[in-house]
């Protein structure tokens, strides 16, 4: 039986939660792998938390392609079924925008775009842009805290109604670089829907009125697109002009067979600074 991919609710609300893509299991595995990644990142000098910030996240330099124990995941053929699904391409576009987190981030409103509130910006021109982000949730968020809230249909419009994305274990949600989205959302006890929407006020909210994450929140992010204008601008503007995502890149670094799988299933892999090979 295969995915039930929403393309046109993906259309429609600027994203879809794609439902029971990995087992428990699986789950349970990546999340290992991605204790044993951090151990191997460490040594390497590549974690980082981010200072003075009110956050307890743990990150790592270098796109999952170039992690030993994670490439698998980015190149998973249920994955790039759901972004050949959503993008309407057999051949798209990976651009080394991938990471992983352990622990609880940062939380606020936002578009990943460049034209964030800039209606005339060229991000809102024409109906090819097609930057679209991949979210797995290694913990349950439909009754725990820690989880997304999406602002409905925002990837056509400049503001929309906020919806918690119910991911269960094992579900992956996509949404589009222009739907302003929140991450580590808080729930309430008695009033699981209700949605605090200023990050200042929602990290407030004291304990004993709010959901508990189920367990030590993990998440893993990946990016496609197909080739247009939009990701041109978008790696010209951001991707080689801020210095955590050239740092980012430069420890980057892949592999040859890596490259030939990632060709094989219709990916063409961009490498945009030299160290990435």
Same mark, same amino acid.
């Given at each position: 039986?295969?995915?039930?991919?929403?393309?046109?609710?993906?259309?429609?609300?600027?994203?879809?939660?794609?439902?029971?893509?990995?087992?428990?299991?699986?789950?349970?595995?990546?999340?290992?792998?991605?204790?044993?990644?951090?151990?191997?990142?460490?040594?390497?000098?590549?974690?980082?938390?981010?200072?003075?910030?009110?956050?307890?996240?743990?990150?790592?330099?270098?796109?999952?392609?170039?992690?030993?124990?994670?490439?698998?995941?980015?190149?998973?053929?249920?994955?790039?079924?759901?972004?050949?699904?959503?993008?309407?391409? =057999?051949?798209?576009?990976?651009?080394?925008?991938?990471?992983?987190?352990?622990?609880?981030?940062?939380?606020?409103?936002?578009?990943?775009?460049?034209?964030?509130?800039?209606?005339?910006?060229?991000?809102?021109?024409?109906?090819?842009?097609?930057?679209?982000?991949?979210?797995?949730?290694?913990?349950?968020?439909?009754?725990?805290?820690?989880?997304?809230?999406?602002?409905?249909?925002?990837?056509?419009?400049?503001?929309?109604?906020?919806?918690?994305?119910?991911?269960?274990?094992?579900?992956?949600?996509?949404?589009?670089?222009?739907?302003?989205?929140?991450?580590?959302?808080?729930?309430?006890?008695?009033?699981?829907?209700?949605?605090?929407?200023?990050?200042?006020? =929602?990290?407030?909210?004291?304990?004993?009125?709010?959901?508990?994450?189920?367990? =030590?929140?993990?998440?893993?992010?990946?990016?496609?697109?197909?080739?247009?204008?939009?990701?041109?601008?978008?790696?010209?503007?951001?991707?080689?002009?801020? =210095?955590?995502?050239?740092?980012?890149?430069?420890?980057?670094?892949?592999?040859?067979?890596?490259?030939?799988?990632?060709?094989?299933?219709?990916?063409?892999?961009?490498?945009?600074?030299?160290?990435?090979?």
């Amino acid at each position: 039986m295969g995915l039930k991919i929403d393309k046109k609710g993906f259309d429609t609300d600027g994203y879809t939660l794609v439902k029971g893509v990995f087992s428990e299991a699986e789950i349970e595995n990546i999340r290992k792998l991605v204790y044993e990644q951090f151990e191997i990142d460490k040594k390497n000098g590549l974690t980082f938390t981010l200072p003075n910030l009110p956050t307890k996240a743990r990150y790592a330099k270098g796109d999952l392609l170039s992690k030993e124990k994670l490439k698998k995941i980015l190149l998973d053929d249920r994955i790039l079924e759901i972004v050949k699904t959503v993008l309407g391409s =057999e051949e798209v576009v990976y651009f080394g925008d991938s990471s992983y987190q352990i622990g609880q981030g940062l939380r606020g409103f936002h578009r990943d775009s460049i034209d964030r509130t800039n209606y005339t910006g060229l991000d809102w021109q024409g109906n090819d842009y097609s930057l679209l982000r991949v979210g797995i949730y290694l913990q349950d968020h439909k009754n725990y805290s820690g989880g997304v809230k999406m602002k409905k249909g925002t990837h056509n419009k400049p503001d929309g109604e906020v919806v918690f994305v119910d991911n269960e274990i094992g579900d992956v949600g996509t949404w589009s670089y222009k739907t302003i989205h929140s991450g580590n959302a808080v729930r309430f006890k008695w009033f699981p829907k209700l949605s605090i929407n200023r990050a200042t006020r =929602e990290g407030l909210i004291p304990a004993f009125l709010k959901k508990p994450e189920q367990k =030590e929140r993990i998440a893993i992010f990946m990016a496609f697109s197909l080739k247009t204008k939009h990701l041109d601008r978008y790696i010209k503007e951001f991707s080689l002009t801020r =210095e955590d995502m050239l740092a980012h890149l430069r420890a980057s670094k892949y592999d040859a067979a890596t490259l030939e799988l990632a060709k094989q299933k219709h990916i063409q892999v961009m490498k945009l600074v030299p160290e990435q090979g």
